[in-house]
C-alpha cells in the first residue's frame, strides 16, 4: 500500500515556503513567525497549529476586503507544517527579498504576516472602471505566495525596450508596483481581449518590473470594482 504511493510524501523543508507539486504550499511554522493565510485554504498541517480568522490587525488594514473587495485572511501561528490549497490552482512562491509586489487580492494565497502590506488603489483606471480598481501592495524581507488558473506566463518589461506590456484584468495576477500603469480602450481588440469581462479596455504597463499572468479569463478572478 505505502510503496506505490512513496512519491507523494512531503520532501525534507528546505525553506520557510515552497510548492509541493504546482498546486499546494507547504509553509513550516515556528512561535513568533506568523503567517497571513487566505481563510479556507488550509488543507492539512502537523504539529501544533493555532488560526485567527479576520484578526483586528487585517481588519484594520483591508477595510475594503471587508466589502467583498478580496479574500479574508486568517493569522496561523506555531511550530509544525502547514498545507494550503485553493482549489487546485498553481501556487507560485515568491521570496521578496527587500522588493514589492503589487498583487490581486483574489490571488493572494498566503505571506509572512511581518511583511508591510496595504490594500490601494490602482492609479490610472478609474475612468474605465468606475471608481477604480484595488490591490494588495506587500513588500520586504519575506515570503509570498500567489495563485494562478494554470500556469502563468511572467512577462519582462524592462525587456522589450520602451514598449508597453497590455494585459488582460480578469487575466492578470500581480506585477511590480514600481511600473507605471494606465487603461487602455481598444474597440479593435474586443473579440481579443476582456473576453471575462466583456471590457474592451487593457491595463498597459511600462518601465522597469514584471507583470504576472494567468492563463484563466475568470471574471470572477479579476481586480475587484469598488461598489
Request: aromatic share 8%; hydrophobic share 40%; with cysteine.
Amino acid at each position: 500500500m505505502n510503496q506505490p504511493l512513496a512519491g507523494y510524501a512531503p520532501a525534507p523543508v528546505t525553506a520557510r515556503m515552497e510548492n509541493h507539486g504546482n498546486h499546494m504550499l507547504k509553509v513550516a511554522l515556528q512561535t513568533g513567525h506568523d503567517l497571513l493565510a487566505r481563510v479556507g485554504s488550509m488543507v492539512a498541517y502537523e504539529g501544533f497549529v493555532q488560526y485567527e480568522p479576520n484578526p483586528p490587525a487585517v481588519r484594520q488594514i483591508a477595510r475594503d476586503w471587508m466589502t467583498g473587495e478580496g479574500a479574508p485572511l486568517m493569522k496561523c501561528s506555531g511550530d509544525g507544517l502547514l498545507y494550503l490549497a485553493d482549489y487546485g490552482a498553481d501556487v507560485v512562491v515568491i521570496n521578496l527579498n527587500g522588493d514589492g509586489i503589487s498583487v490581486n487580492a483574489t490571488n493572494l494565497l498566503a505571506f509572512d504576516a511581518h511583511l508591510t502590506w496595504g490594500v490601494e488603489r490602482v492609479k490610472g483606471l478609474a475612468k474605465f472602471a468606475g471608481q477604480g480598481l484595488w490591490n494588495t501592495k506587500i513588500s520586504g524581507q519575506g515570503w509570498v505566495a500567489l495563485t494562478s488558473r494554470g500556469k502563468p506566463i511572467v512577462v519582462d518589461c524592462g525587456g522589450g525596450g520602451e514598449d508597453e506590456t497590455y494585459v488582460d484584468p480578469d487575466a492578470l495576477v500581480a506585477w511590480s508596483p514600481n511600473l507605471k500603469v494606465k487603461g487602455k480602450r481598444s474597440f479593435k481588440a474586443q473579440s481579443l481581449i476582456g473576453r471575462g469581462s466583456g471590457e474592451a479596455y487593457q491595463m498597459a504597463f511600462s518601465g522597469q518590473g514584471i507583470v504576472v499572468v494567468q492563463p484563466s479569463e475568470d471574471s470572477t478572478d479579476r481586480l475587484r470594482v469598488r461598489g
